[in-house]
DNA sequence: TAACGAAATGACAACGTTGTCATTTCGTTA
DNA sequence: TAACGAAATGACAACGTTGTCATTTCGTTA
């Protein structure tokens, strides 16, 4: 058989194989039932043989829509995985595919460039993962025609937001501890300019404040382990430290090694909880208690929240997607 | 102002606004040096004023391109966000952005369906990120007009490839044992269906062979610590085991304490030797001397060579990119 | 000022679909 | 077999761009 070099094959060309109408080979495509079965069998034989693929473009042109939402990646790091993966799963649940495109590292992106740059891709809503502060945060718009979802532990004047509960997870793993009988938590923070971090911080702070109990200085981590060992040398030297929150595992695990280096035991001497939930993966028998954030779920409410509003794009909402306190061994029980 | 209600602003509506023909309109937008600058600014006015934004379906159906890779997402997983990050950043600096979809958990798709459902969204090539066995595999074909390349260690009779070298990675890490004087190595696996694992366990057994050292049986393992530590502790009894290389960087942890709490000192006793290396992320000071995998590298790789074929879909390639050997303590010399 | 060529602008068709409305075909009833 | 209504099919326009070719405008030279 000779190669066929014409580009593209069109319904037309398959309308003109099979002896019917353009608009019947349409009707086979879309509307199956009202055709006749014998005029569909024509149909989809001269698709087959010819290779026809509905072309997108034309489609979505007389469609008005396109059936993609649009992501925007200003930060990929270790929990954007699996909000990723969520995201994804429920797009392909609603039958929409995802459009993506991700802030150049070093390349500094506002909210208004990046949903300039979306809003002329085939996408009919949008979401924005967004874990660092961005200059236009409070004045930004969205297209008033396309519904727009910020990813971010903000809240935003116009847009619909979602986040984790970050600081209502670290308020949890403050009174665990308040409730297990320890007087006092430190607390060991990620990166400055993290707003999981930040948002940490202010939920550790409140709990204590909550209390009546003045909160003491937070020692600045970098998420590594090392920076971890580092805030454990200092606070093994402090009397009064009987319960670390680390702002991560891997910080947890560093204040741990440096605490027993110290010879002091965890959790007879002191108690630590982390974030995130995953230094069992690289920890044989890991004792440390937790505060595990959902980030598929996450993913899931972000994109089922863009596909409720396409209909009326200037709604506003507002999710929080609770943490949960994965209880292991590393918490002692100070009371009795 | 009352809030115009028109569902779309189209060139013509700006063309109209502007007091010029559609075609200039057109022109500012892709060819604004050739339109005299008093025309110019008023066409952007009137665009600044109405809010007009290009559509994407009508360009892309009269141009016949998108300006969209396809991506399919086989499989989710750590390193997966790094190359990720590559794909999206190479495809940025290329002027493309990214259509995604992924295959919903638990559900069975074989390479024929994914490209079925890619290639009828907006993409001019694709990527499968493809780290399993698939049933299609070998019998695969590509759509004629769509440059489509997979990410895979295996090769494809008729599809470009790109992988990391995961083979010569693990032979590497075999030598570097054998070269510091130990006479064998013992191999931990990683889940069995991974594609990683299998590569990285036959450069094992390729290195041992290729000294004409007899491989000791592998021990199965299934990524995390704690399978690790199993195979730790079956290790820590052969007397002849002195050298362990480990499929990932978590059961190289869960051996090395395996064999500490066995009374075994790494790397005095035993040499240990992990995969990824991001051990330094959870264990401050780790010692764990480790294969690691340029994963955002591969991303840009798989991104450039589909693009470097749209011109040339059936053009087939195979791309390896080099791991390297993150030295740190963990593997004694035992030559003097 | 007339004539000319280059620069700027415009009219029209086409990309490949789907919606609207008209027409044809078919099966059923009298 | 004729008449009828429902089912199946088709003709044509339109979605909003860009390419082709024609026309108008402009600046320069004689």
Known sequence: MATMDKKNVSMNDVAVAAGVSLKTVSRVINEPDSVRESTRDKVHSAMEALGFRTNFAARSLKLGRYGCIGVVLFHLSGGAVDMIDGIADAAEERGFALTMIKKRAGEKMTLAEAARRMSQLPVDGMIFNLRQMVDDFDTFEAPKDLKTVIITPMEHPTCSTVSDDQEGGARMACEYFLNHGHKNVYFVSGKQE????????????????????????PLQGDWNADSGYA??????????????????????????????????????????????????????????????????????????????????????????????????????????
């Open 231 to 336: 805030a454990g040398l200092v606070l093994a030297d402090k009397p009064d430290c009987t319960a670390v929150l680390a702002a991560n595992d891997c910080m947890a695990n560093g204040v741990m090694m440096a605490l027993r280096d110290k010879g002091l035991s965890v959790p007879d001497d002191v108690s630590v909880i982390g974030f995130d939930d995953e230094l069992y993966k690289t920890i044989p028998n890991s004792i440390l208690t937790s505060v595990k954030f959902r980030h598929r779920e996450l993913g899931i409410r972000a994109l089922n929240e863009v596909v409720a509003g396409l209909e009326a794009p200037s709604s506003r909402s507002r999710t929080l997607v609770s943490g949960v306190l994965v209880e292991r061994s590393s918490v002692k029980d100070l009371r009795a």
């Open 194 to 217: 993290s707003l999981s971090s930040q948002c940490r911080m202010k939920g550790w702070r409140a709990a204590l404040e909550a209390r009546g109990i003045e909160p003491p200085e």
